[in-house]
T-cell receptor, first 114, second 113 residues
Framework: NAGVMQNPRHLVRRRGQEARLRCSPMKGHSHVYWYRQLPEEGLKFMVYLQKENIIDESGMPKERFSAEFPKEGPSILRIQQVVRGDSAAYFCASSPTRERYEQYFGPGTRLTVT | DQQVKQNSPSLSVQEGRISILNCDYTNSMFDYFLWYKKYPAEGPTFLIS?????DKNEDGRFTVFLNKSAKHLSLHIVPSQPGDSAVYFC????????????FGKGTRLHILP
């Protein structure tokens, strides 16, 4: 059973470009969480999605950030018009139920904005 | 406002000795606490947890202690092994199913040969 997969693992974008981060949850998992880790910081919750629904986006910046988890395909975290402050590691986690303690994390995508 | 605090950014321990990682929290509504371990270039992996109704939980070499009155928890690893070198995150959550998990900044543990 493959774990949570994230791609790309490393992404370099120039200021003003768009970044798309993908997360494929573990098989059988329909709950996805996105976290951001800034340098020297802990993981900060961004958004919680179930298939086709955003359940909690209270951790998402109000502008430029969006997330989706379509019926088919991976979950996507999209950052428009990236700025240097968006440089961070972005982790996705999935769980089989709404039980938030059962989260399994992917390896992360490291976004660098130049 | 840091609700979960890990005040030691790093810790070095001799192989075979006990490693003690500390964590403090400020939110009295937290009722479930977790420790995650993270290797470089990997995601965090769940290590051990404890509910607020307990003061100790043990799993092999890993034991977590909870002191609710002091709002303090600690992770003990004994004996420490080279493979334990990693970053350890303390995390906490409230009693509601939809409460988010709040992470500390992590402590980097070095196990010395």
């Amino acid at each position: 059973n493959a774990g949570v997969m994230q791609n790309p693992r490393h992404l370099v974008r120039r200021r003003g470009q768009e970044a798309r981060l993908r997360c494929s949850p573990m098989k059988g998992h329909s709950h996805v969480y996105w976290y951001r880790q800034l340098p020297e910081e802990g993981l900060k919750f961004m958004v919680y999605l179930q298939k086709e629904n955003i359940i909690d986006e209270s951790g998402m910046p109000k502008e430029r950030f969006s997330a989706e988890f379509p019926k088919e395909g991976p979950s996507i975290l999209r950052i428009q018009q990236v700025v240097r402050g968006d440089s961070a590691a972005y982790f996705c986690a999935s769980s089989p139920t709404r039980e938030r303690y059962e989260q399994y994390f992917g390896p992360g995508t490291r976004l660098t904005v130049t | 406002d840091q609700q979960v605090k890990q005040n030691s950014p790093s810790l070095s321990v001799q192989e075979g000795r006990i490693s003690i990682l500390n964590c403090d929290y400020t939110n009295s509504m937290f009722d479930y606490f977790l420790w995650y371990k993270k290797y470089p270039a990997e995601g965090p992996t769940f290590l051990i947890s404890i509910s607020s109704i307990k003061d100790k939980n043990e799993d092999g070499r890993f034991t977590v202690f909870l002191n609710k009155s002091a709002k303090h928890l600690s992770l003990h690893i004994v004996p420490s092994q080279p493979g334990d070198s990693a970053v350890y995150f303390c995390a906490a959550s409230g009693m509601n199913r939809d409460d988010k998990i709040i992470f500390g900044k992590g402590t980097r543990l070095h196990i010395l040969p």
